[in-house]
């Protein structure tokens, strides 16, 4: 399974805060000992990714072994990563990191005592190399925990440049204008958007950025908390909003039937592989990573964005989430553990899969120069643009039973809404049922 979805941020600056920062300096920082201080020493990551992310972020651990002389296991944990994650450390055999996807998934695992704080070298790297809005999501109760790595800009929506030209359309700039654009689209012979109903991850995507935009920032911390229920009748017209695309066969290549059996490469490949489906695909900066190295597609070119537009009245939303790098304390190999959190805090380990393609890091003191395509580059600065009203996935800052697993919670609750969007108040009564029931465990 691709990246259950994010990472956030990047570059030069990191999020919001950094709006100050133009200039990106800093050389390669050591990741701790000098030399091969780690020679005969082995560390076991477990993460999400799969496919061409974990083939880059291979390149990662092997640069860190080239450094230490540690040697590096990786292990696919799939979307379920808390569960995974639980019986590996019930079972005696704990990974020494885990990179996590969800704050939520953070949070829990420091509650059940597995994680142990983050070195004084790494919490140095992070007060100086990072906006206070890592820190802030990558801690629990004021300890660090999380060492944010890999950052998603989330609200990208990619399209075919030929499919798009061939319609006569222009990127959109309103929610309506973007339907509108896949009318004209499907008029054309393609399906306007490949939707990856298969991953429930996707579908909370979609209505995070819709109700950001439609509701507004403080509504969304409020519903992020649950501070209000989902059944407020500002879900209820997000979910109508969302619910108007959903049942529009001329929108979805291959329907609704069609879009529920399709996981996030898939709906990639529906769109920039051999044989295209659809114009356009909604999901974050990642997708870039997937139709280039899987269907060698170049960005900027055969493959482009423009930013998930606003929704009525309210403001474009940019939507964002992370992968944070843990220690776990049932891990055998505490020291290497530390130091190769100490090595991913640098620039020199984020310019690595920045030059591979497919990521966005949070530290900006990596140079913009990092990234290998200019669109990568202005993935950066959209994200950055936005300022304060950036917002962390909501779905990931909740518990994970209900925003972060598969065949359950909100995720389950979405792919039903897509199989009949029929109800959205029914749809936001099933999802406050859930919801009550997490955020009370």
């Not at 133009?22 to 201080?37: E, F, L, N």
């Not at 269907?295 to 055969?302: L, N, P, S, V, Y």
Request: charged fraction near 20%; charge should be negative.
């Amino acid at each position: 399974m691709m990246r259950r979805r994010t990472t956030l941020l990047a570059s030069c600056t990191a999020l919001a805060l950094a709006l100050g920062a133009t200039a990106c300096g800093g050389g390669p920082v050591s990741a701790g000992g000098g030399g091969k201080s780690l020679s005969g020493q082995t560390i076991t990551v477990a993460g999400v990714w799969s496919g061409s992310e974990q083939k880059n972020f291979q390149k990662v651990l092997d640069a860190f072994s080239e450094k230490t002389g540690a040697k590096t296991q990786f292990m696919s944990t799939g979307d379920n990563v808390s569960t995974v994650v639980g019986s590996k450390i019930e079972g005696g055999n704990a990974p020494d990191v885990v990179m996590v996807p969800q704050v939520g998934v953070l949070q829990q695992f420091a509650k059940e005592g597995w994680l142990k704080p983050l070195s004084k070298t790494t919490q140095q790297s992070v007060d100086s190399n990072y906006a206070s809005v890592w820190k802030n999501y990558g801690s629990v109760d004021g300890t660090l925990y999380g060492l944010y790595f890999k950052a998603a800009h989330k609200s990208t929506v990619w399209y075919s440049p030929d499919a798009l030209d061939q319609a006569g359309v222009k990127p959109p700039t309103s929610y309506e204008a973007m339907l509108k654009a896949g009318h004209t689209v499907s008029e054309s012979g393609l399906a306007a958007f490949s939707v990856a109903g298969q991953d429930g991850w996707t579908l909370t995507d979609w209505f995070e950025n819709i109700y950001l935009s439609q509701a507004g920032p403080e509504k969304y911390d409020a519903l992020a908390a649950h501070k209000i229920k989902w059944t407020d009748p500002t879900v209820v017209d997000a979910l109508t909003t969302l619910g108007k695309l959903f049942k529009d066969k001329q929108l979805i290549a291959g329907g609704q039937k069609e879009a529920l059996n399709t996981d996030f490469p898939g709906s990639v490949e529906k769109v920039f592989g051999p044989k295209p489906e659809a114009g356009m695909v909604y999901e974050g900066d990642f997708v870039a990573g997937v139709a280039k190295d899987q269907f060698g597609k170049k960005i900027g070119e055969d493959a482009n964005f423009f930013p998930f537009p606003a929704v009525g009245d309210g403001k474009a939303p940019v939507v964002s989430g992370g992968d944070a790098a843990v220690v776990l304390k049932d891990g055998k190999n505490q020291k290497a553990a530390q130091q190769f959190l100490e090595y991913l805090a640098t620039p020199e380990a984020s310019a690595v899969w920045a030059e591979a393609g497919g990521f966005l890091s949070p530290n900006k003191k990596l140079a913009l120069s990092s990234y290998g395509d200019d669109v990568t580059r202005e993935t950066a600065k959209s994200l950055v643009a936005a300022g304060d009203s950036v917002r962390f996935d909501m779905s990931d800052q909740a518990p994970a039973a209900f925003g972060g697993t598969k065949g359950a919670g909100e995720w389950k609750i979405l792919q039903d809404f897509l199989r009949d969007p029929s109800d959205p108040k029914g749809t936001a009564a099933e999802l406050e049922s859930a919801a009550a029931k997490a955020y009370q465990g």
